[in-house]
């Protein structure tokens, strides 16, 4: 006996409200038809494959709040199983609202399995990942990875249980030309859109999962995954942003995503990347534009090159800004980026300051009740109510941490004004009116 498909924009587009479809629209006090329709039409997603029991589904799209996601993963050179669960716990401590896993170096089956053993949110993983590292050490290495070998890496994934999947479909023999023409001071920072050109150019063939599209949708259909259609020629400084690569890619993914959305597959759209402040914007309006309301899912982006050892810190400004715009799904950047493999304590860092970029974007974008924990901390500063206040912190443990290391001598103030604390005197003098 076969087993019975179930796809979310299938039953969406019937009226029949899902499980977990509920279970966002309840989370989120959003209208269940209203978030059904969105899932119908393409404009929001509840990332889950159907093989796996989600305890917190996540919606991502418009309407919705701005969603965080955090990336773990081994390397060739840090490959401990241990390390990237202890990495997942840390993400989801922080309030990450989604994982993925990047992990290339050990055990990559094993870890991603352990994950999604772990893991309470939706998973994402780059099934390229482990098909290149498959063929590392090998006569051809990565140029000898056949597309059946790419093909049957997703298959897997989704066998496992993946709720959504990288797939840089969208650089093309067409977008590499255009690289080689735009004179880029970065050619490819993408560590999965760096594998498919070496495979390109190697060959001289057409990218498979772009060739062979079809194929890719049928696989995320078996299992409901979700695709994330990455963006492998994303700018990875901001003098290459905007460029012609860039937006060649960004419209065959619009061209893509139309047609997994006709065959009931739920699609993201990834963006870039490296993009000067004044770009943000105008990258998420075309985005939109092209691809008619997907859910933008951005890496920061990360506004400034300046700043290793802050770039959580650079790509928050980013990612606060594309989300006012209308970005949908951050994805973190921790302390360690274009330095080395994060730990615990910066996925833990990078959830937190990408949460604040995505509240910030959700007041901006007047996303319902969004602003209220900020009036309902501002009343707590009123009254110099400071247990309610470092309860409504969004990093309360370091909120309370802070607080602990110079306690005031009057516990009604702090030690930054002490006895003229403003709120204080003027509270004081208004009184005697």
């Given amino acids: 006996m076969t087993e019975e498909r179930v796809l979310q924009v299938v039953e969406a587009r019937k009226g029949n409200l899902t499980e977990e479809v509920r279970a966002v629209a309840e989370a989120e006090s959003a209208d269940p038809a209203a978030l059904m329709r969105a899932v119908a039409g393409g404009t929001a997603v509840v990332p889950r494959n159907r093989r796996r029991r989600l305890l917190s589904p996540r919606g991502i799209g418009g309407g919705l709040r701005t969603k965080v996601n955090a990336n773990i993963g081994s390397s060739p050179d840090v490959a401990d199983p241990d390390l990237e669960l202890r990495k997942v716990a840390a993400a989801v401590e922080a309030g990450a609202d989604a994982v993925m896993d990047l992990s290339i170096g050990g055990d990559i089956a094993g870890i991603r399995r352990r ?9 994402g993983t780059v099934p390229i990942y482990g098909a290149a590292a498959a063929r590392a050490g090998t006569p051809g290495g990565i140029a000898a990875m056949t597309a059946d070998e790419l093909f049957e890496a997703v ?3 989704g066998r496992d249980g993946v709720d959504f999947v990288t797939v840089h479909c969208g650089v093309t023999l067409a977008a590499l030309e255009r690289l080689r023409r735009g004179g880029r001071v970065l050619d490819v920072v993408s560590r999965g859109g760096a594998f498919l050109v070496a495979w390109m150019i190697a060959g001289g063939r057409e990218n498979p999962l772009f060739a062979d599209f079809g194929r890719l949708v049928e ?5 409901d995954m979700t695709l994330s259609l990455g963006d492998g020629m994303r ?3 901001i003098a290459d942003a905007n460029d012609r690569a ?8 619009g061209e893509l995503q139309a047609y997994a959305l006709r065959e009931g597959v ?17 990258n998420v309006r075309l985005q939109k534009e092209i691809c008619r309301g997907a859910p933008f899912y951005v890496l920061g982006p990360v506004v400034t090159d300046v700043a290793p050892g802050h770039d959580h810190v650079a790509a928050a400004i980013g990612g606060a800004a594309a989300g006012a715009a209308g970005a949908d799904f951050l994805c973190y950047v921790t302390p360690a980026e274009h330095l080395g493999l994060p730990g615990p304590d910066e996925v833990r860092e990078g959830v937190i300051v990408t949460r604040l970029a995505a509240h910030a974007a959700d007041i901006a974008k007047g996303i319902a009740g969004a602003a209220d924990w900020d009036l309902a901390m501002a009343r707590k500063r009123k009254a110099r109510d400071w247990e309610g206040m470092l309860d409504l912190a969004l990093d309360r443990r370091k909120a309370r941490a802070i607080r602990g290391t110079s306690p005031p001598r009057d516990p009604g103030v702090c030690t930054m004004c002490g006895e003229y604390c403003a709120i204080r005197i003027v509270e004081e003098y208004l009184g005697r009116e």
């Fill in 115 to 123: 994950v999604l053993d772990a893991c309470p949110v939706p998973v």
């Fill in 155 to 157: 298959e897997a994934h």
């Fill in 219 to 223: 696989i995320a259909a078996r299992h």
């Fill in 235 to 237: 700018p990875g400084c």
């Fill in 246 to 253: 860039q937006f060649q890619e960004l419209i065959t993914l």
């Fill in 266 to 282: 739920q699609v993201m759209i990834e963006g870039p990347g490296h993009v000067p402040l004044h770009m943000v914007a105008e």
